[in-house]
Every structure is written in structure tokens, then in C-alpha cells.
């Protein structure tokens, strides 16, 4: 299954992207995340972990598979059955600075999880949007 939802945030691209990609940070911006812990020091990069709890969803350990540094970072988390992608995307546009989030769910459990889970999905990445376009454009 997949999720996308974007949303157009009137700041500098640079300034998204500061935001966006300092997962540690996440909590103080967006009620979806409550505890973040990055399992290697310094900036994102590749390869780098980071356990991520959020309201009603299992703990989950995310490691970047991509990353084109301030345009986009993927991230992949595993759990028996399950192989979740999720994408982050800022892209600077004559309209101003339009952010993706994009969740995929595969594997034999996935379609079941990302069935189960849609909802909460949808309302977690439309509000996780809504609070980054919030905290940039302070």
C-alpha cells in the first residue's frame, strides 16, 4: 500500500529542509512523533538509524537508504512480514516549497498492515505536513 500527501509551505526550500531532515527534532514539532533516538551521531546520512515511537504504532528503527542532500531522504523500517518505506521530500517551486511525505507498506503483512493502519496513516502524514509547514514558515 502506498500514502502520499504533500503540502506548499511559504519559506525558503534550505530552511525546509533544515527541518525536515533533523528527525531528532521531530517531537517538538509534530504531535505524531513522541520519542525520536538517533542510534549514530552527527547529520542524517546514509545508513544512519533512528527508533522512532509514535502514538499507536509499534516502536519502529528506521535507516536511510537514499538521500539526496537537501532535496529527499528514504528510510526503511522492518518487522517480521512487513517492509515499511517512507519518503521525504522537499521540492522549491514558483508557488513556494512543496513537501511530500509518502509511506509504502509491503510484504506479505503489508497490505493487511497498511489496511488496518490506513486511516491513522493518512491523518499521521496530512498532520506531520501541516506541522512542518507550520514550524518553517514562523
Known amino acids: 500500500m502506498r500514502f502520499d500527501h504533500s503540502v506548499t509551505v511559504q519559506a525558503p526550500a534550505d530552511r525546509v529542509w533544515a ?8 517531537p517538538e514539532w509534530t504531535p505524531t512523533i513522541t520519542a525520536v533516538e538517533r542510534l549514530d551521531p552527527g547529520p ?19 535507516e536511510v537508504t ?10 526503511v523500517s522492518r518487522a517480521p512480514g512487513i517492509k ?12 513556494g516549497t512543496v ?31 501541516q506541522s512542518l509547514k507550520k514550524v518553517s514558515e514562523a
Request: hydrophobic share 40%.
Open 66 to 75: 537514499e538521500l539526496v542532500d537537501g532535496e529527499y531522504f528514504e528510510w
Open 99 to 129: 513537501v511530500t511525505a509518502t509511506i509504502i507498506q509491503e510484504g506479505p503483512l503489508g497490505w493487511v498492515f497498511g489496511k488496518l493502519y490506513a486511516k491513522l496513516t493518512r491523518e499521521y502524514i496530512a498532520l506531520e505536513g
Open 84 to 95: 515499511t518505506t517512507g519518503g521525504h521530500r522537499v521540492e522549491s517551486t514558483p508557488e
Open 19 to 26: 527541518i525536515f531532515s533533523d528527525v531528532a527534532k521531530w
Open 44 to 62: 542524517i546520512h546514509l545508513g544512519a538509524k533512528t527508533r522512532v515511537r509514535q502514538p499507536k504504532l509499534p516502536v519502529a528503527v528506521w
